[in-house]
């Protein structure tokens, strides 16, 4: 049996690594960042967010990416090694989905606002109309937990210069394929882009089903309110309810919009999870505080940026004169918040005499204190 020492020395050893993995947080750089492209063509680029630029993506497992495809533009068949939620930030397209054990593809008409949940395994290509006048741009924050490289999304190509057949020998191609091996051999050379490519002029792409759209995709933007504060702001939830596959895919999901100079309470997620933010439109001030108090980040965060605040610190914002729209992904699929202001908050639940000492103030300060914030939630419209 293990002596008391040896006890007492796992206690020290694992508080150490537990005050390091503090420090490490708190030192972080938390700054809202933009992405970077990985790859293009004529057809669009794909652009991703670094762990090396955003420390806090390994940190919390997390991978984004955005797809920009012009008019004509294919984002080839490909997998990925994550699960991940798919945000339609602008434009209209069609997706082609083929879920795991599924025997026939789903075509999708997507449009802006619509999100799409994508688990393990799933198979897509994107494509943007040949005649469109707007650029398709699609967001896709997910968990790299069980992926190659944490806080990185790794994309399988299935066809194009970096497609899976190119690795494997013509014999093997020519054998899975029921194909002689003059056949293989042409058929795995003959597209020569890679990820993203443009289409010939012409050529006809399948139709969206309407059907296909039912259980698969949630328009934020036309979705029921679970949050609608007149002059502050209007919230909608992705969860298992109305999206079943977030199940599936473990992330949960909302687009917030606020009003010009309107603030969002401090808060903080209390199941754990990790929130992770892309600002979609406008832009203001964010504040985020840590461990002891400590405010680990005041910035400006504007359209295209992207930030993460780690688990348990408390983030608050107030946009600016046009308002500010966000679209978050919390790493669990039904996510709990704690609000710190407004008639939710936890202040309102506490007894007067424990907040009088708490605050080391008097009765009629605490009146005070608790009178304000009786109408309002999580959003307060500029005075």
């Given at each position: 049996?293990s002596?008391p ?6 206690i ?14 708190m030192?972080?750089d938390l ?21 090396a ?6 940190a919390a497992?997390i ?5 920009h ?6 984002a080839?068949p490909?997998?990925?090694d994550s ?8 434009g209209?397209?069609?997706c ?6 599924a ?6 008409h997507?449009k802006e606002?619509d ?7 799933a198979v897509?290509w ?6 469109s006048?707007t650029e398709?741009?699609v967001?896709f924050?997910?968990d790299?937990s069980?992926g190659h490289?944490?806080g990185r999304?790794?994309n399988?190509?299935l066809?194009g210069a ?10 093997f191609?020519a054998?899975?394929w ?20 443009k289409?010939?002029a012409?050529?006809?792409?399948p ?9 698969v995709?949630?328009?934020?933007l ?8 007149p002059?502050g702001g ?5 969860n298992t309810?109305n999206l079943?596959?977030?199940?599936e895919?473990?992330?949960g999901?909302?687009?917030?919009r606020?009003?010009g100079?309107?603030?969002c309470?401090?808060?903080f ?6 929130q992770?933010t892309y600002?979609?439109?406008g832009?203001?001030?964010v504040q985020v505080v840590?461990?002891d108090g400590?405010r680990?980040l005041e910035t400006?965060?504007?359209a295209g940026?992207?930030f993460i605040v780690?688990?348990f610190?408390?983030?608050?914002k107030?946009?600016d004169?046009?308002?500010m729209?966000?679209?978050s ?12 202001a407004?008639k939710t ?14 605050f080391?103030?008097t009765p ?9 914030r009786?109408d309002s939630?999580i959003?307060f419209?500029?005075n």
């Open positions: 049996p002596s020492r040896t006890y007492h020395n796992l020290v050893s694992s508080t150490m690594v537990q005050r390091s993995s503090n420090a490490e947080v030192s972080m700054s809202p960042k933009k992405p970077a492209k990985a790859y293009g063509s004529d057809g669009g680029a794909y652009y991703d967010w670094s762990p630029d955003l420390p806090m993506l390994g497992s991978g984004a990416a955005k797809l495809l012009s008019a004509g533009g294919l080839l490909s997998y990925s699960a991940k939620v798919a945000y339609v930030l602008q209209a397209g069609a082609g989905l083929v879920l795991p054990e025997a026939k593809e789903k075509v999708i997507v606002g999100a799409l949940a994508l688990p393990f395994g897509t994107w494509h943007n109309a040949e005649g006048s398709l741009v967001l924050l997910g790299t069980k490289t944490p999304f790794t399988f190509q066809t970096s497609g899976i057949f190119t690795g494997f020998s013509t014999e191609v054998r899975a029921d194909l002689d091996q003059d056949a293989a051999a042409k058929i795995v050379s003959t597209q020569p882009g890679s990820g993203v490519v289409i010939a012409g050529h006809k792409m139709e969206p089903r309407a059907e296909d759209r039912e259980g995709v949630l328009n934020c036309e979705a029921p309110l679970d949050v609608d504060i002059g209007c919230v909608v939830v992705l309810a079943p596959l977030v199940k895919v473990g992330l999901a909302d687009l917030v606020i009003g100079r309107s603030m309470s401090p808060g997620s209390c199941d754990s999870a990790y992770v600002i979609v439109r832009g203001g001030r840590g461990i400590t680990v400006r965060a504007e940026c992207l780690p688990r610190f408390v983030v608050s107030i946009a004169e046009t308002g729209e966000w679209f992904i919390i790493t669990t699929p039904n996510p709990i918040f704690s609000h710190l407004g908050s936890v202040w309102k639940a506490i007894s007067p005499a424990v907040l009088e000492t708490a080391n103030t009629e300060m605490e009146k005070l204190f608790r009178s304000k009786l939630e959003f419209a500029p």
